[in-house]
């Protein structure tokens, strides 16, 4: 073997052939054993979650964001985070929805104060301390009636003050789960159904088992595999074999699932993961057969009120951050989904710019009572 500098470069292809994985030096076997990482799950996994993002932040449709906004990005932070703030920094005339943290008390019914934003995806300032968004604490309004009453105590004013955003109705504690971490075990679940159907489609292609002696009969057998695979694509209808084993079938005695099913199960789970966000499915089972109508308009009523739920908190959140700052945000829901021509374009979709344009905004600043 040839040395460098004290190491030693291996030869690959005598560690093959001496049954070693020149990767991990472990015995071939072995290192077979231990490759329990299932990276066909994984790797779908992955595009589901992708799938299911999309999913989330394509629900609503946002207008009129002030510059540097838009609606991908708030949905994006509801998806990973469950809720935000949203505010206004005076000193560098720019509005903000970043995710938040309790800064002192909560009043009677449980709800937040005053909120401190940070940085979306965290990080540690130079002296190791958790990073946080300068001058960022706020008093959190609720309802419009809390900035514009009579009370002298009303300390509100648009420079000092956030709303709140939750992307479904808040629970007990005041702070949502994300989304991510919610359909986290469904998309598992999803994950699984792909393997289990590949799976069974192999075990359900005649292919045998050979029990042998020693290692060398396996060696033999698996040349003879290879054999018969190149003779399949080649059309060879005929491949030599030498030995007096026996073919011994391996595969459970019992009649194992379609793949069918596995993908009628892959579509139950989807078909929630879809009700979750109050969007149109054929239901947790989905007939194979026509749905009758009053069947479909009971699912649709049941995603309907999930949908509404999110639509309203955007909703009300835009009402009250337009009677504090006068920006006109809105959301609706987009026409891909409402299945209408709004715009009267001829065309379902929209190409709506949802960010705001530099020097488009309204001033905002001083006392909100006057």
């Not at 190491?7 to 052939?17: R, S, W």
């Not at 072995?30 to 799950?41: D, E, I, R, S, V």
């Not at 009579?150 to 789960?177: A, F, G, M, W």
Request: with cysteine; charged share 20%.
């Amino acid at each position: 073997m040839p040395k460098y500098r004290n190491g030693v470069l291996n030869d690959i292809k005598t560690m093959i052939a001496a049954g070693f994985d020149p990767m991990t030096g472990l015995p071939i076997n072995f290192a077979k054993q231990g490759m329990t990482k299932p990276q066909l799950k994984n790797n779908i996994k992955i595009a589901l979650r992708i799938l299911d993002e999309q999913n989330a932040i394509n629900r609503y449709e946002w207008y009129n964001l002030p510059d540097g906004l838009d609606g991908e990005l708030l949905e994006r932070i509801l998806y990973y985070n469950g809720q935000g703030m949203f505010f206004y920094v005076p000193e560098l005339n720019k509005f903000y929805f970043l995710p938040y943290t309790l800064e002192g008390t909560i009043d009677l019914y449980g709800r937040f104060i005053n909120t401190k934003a940070l940085p979306w995806n965290g990080g540690t300032s130079d002296d190791g301390k958790a990073r946080e968004f300068p001058n960022s604490t706020r008093k959190v309004v609720y309802s419009l009636y809390d900035l514009f009453s009579d009370n002298d105590s009303n300390e509100y004013t648009p420079d000092n003050c956030c709303v709140l955003l939750h992307d479904y109705c808040k629970q007990r504690s005041e702070t949502n789960i994300s989304r991510q971490i919610i359909n986290d075990p469904i998309l598992d679940a999803m994950s699984e159904a792909f393997p289990l159907a590949r799976t069974s489609l192999i075990s359900n292609s005649g292919i045998k088992g050979m029990r042998v002696q020693d290692e060398d009969q396996q060696s033999n057998v698996v040349s003879a595999a290879m054999s018969v695979t190149d003779a399949a694509l080649s059309g060879n209808p005929w491949i030599p074999v030498v030995g007096f084993n026996e073919f011994q079938d391996l595969t459970s005695a019992g009649s194992a699932l379609k793949s069918e099913e596995y993908l009628i199960y892959l579509q139950a789970l989807d078909n929630f993961r879809l009700s979750l966000y109050g969007l149109k499915n054929g239901g947790l089972f989905q007939k194979k057969a026509h749905m009758l109508e009053s069947e479909q308009d009971m699912n649709d009523g049941n995603i309907g009120l999930v949908y509404k739920d999110g639509l309203k908190l955007r909703q009300q959140f835009c009402d009250i951050v337009n009677g504090i700052w006068g920006l006109g945000i809105w959301c609706e829901v987009p026409e891909e989904i409402a299945g209408l021509d709004r715009n009267g374009d001829g065309v379902i979709g929209s190409q709506q710019d949802q960010t705001g344009e530099p020097g488009d905004q309204p001033e905002v600043g001083g006392d909100a009572n006057e």
